[in-house]
Nanobody, 127 residues
Framework: QVQLVESGGGLVQAGGSLRLSCAAS????????MGWFRQAPGKERDVVAS????????YYADSVNGRFTISRDNDKNTVYLQMYSLKPEDTAVYYC????????????????????WGQGTQVTVSS
C-alpha cells in the first residue's frame, strides 16, 4: 500500500514552466513504477509520463515529449514532473500514480495498471 500526495500546481502563463512533485508514503518506494496522468474537464484521464523503478527508463505521451521531464529520487520517496513551454491545452488536474514492479512498452500508458493514485493538483495555463 502506498499513499501519494501531489504538489506544485498553479496558474502559469503560456510558455512558462512548473515543477510538480509527488511524495509517496511507502517505505519501499523504489519497488514502484511511477506515472503522471492528467484530466481536463470533460475528458478522459490520460497518461503524461512514466518512469521505471530505478529511473533508468522513461516514457512520454507524444503531446508532451520534449517539453516535460519525469524524474524520481528514491531516497526522498518523490517523483517529479518538470514542465516547460506550457500551453493552454496542458490545463488539467495532474495525478500521480504508482504500480508495483516495472511497466514497460505494453503497459505504461494505461491507468488500469496503476492501483494507487493521489488526489491531484490543478495546473492552469493562461493564454
Amino acid at each position: 500500500q502506498v499513499q501519494l500526495v501531489e504538489s506544485g500546481g498553479g496558474l502559469v502563463q503560456a510558455g512558462g514552466s512548473l515543477r510538480l512533485s509527488c511524495a509517496a508514503s511507502a517505505r519501499t518506494f523504489s519497488i514502484y513504477t511511477m506515472g503522471w496522468f492528467r484530466q481536463a474537464p470533460g475528458k478522459e484521464r490520460d497518461v503524461v509520463a512514466s518512469i521505471t523503478r530505478s529511473g533508468s527508463i522513461t516514457y512520454y505521451a507524444d503531446s508532451v515529449n520534449g517539453r516535460f521531464t519525469i524524474s524520481r529520487d528514491n531516497d526522498k520517496n518523490t517523483v517529479y514532473l518538470q514542465m516547460y513551454s506550457l500551453k493552454p491545452e496542458d490545463t488539467a488536474v495532474y495525478y500521480c500514480a504508482a504500480a508495483a514492479g516495472d511497466l514497460y512498452d505494453s503497459a505504461w500508458p494505461y491507468r488500469e495498471f496503476y492501483p494507487y493514485w493521489g488526489q491531484g493538483t490543478q495546473v492552469t495555463v493562461s493564454s
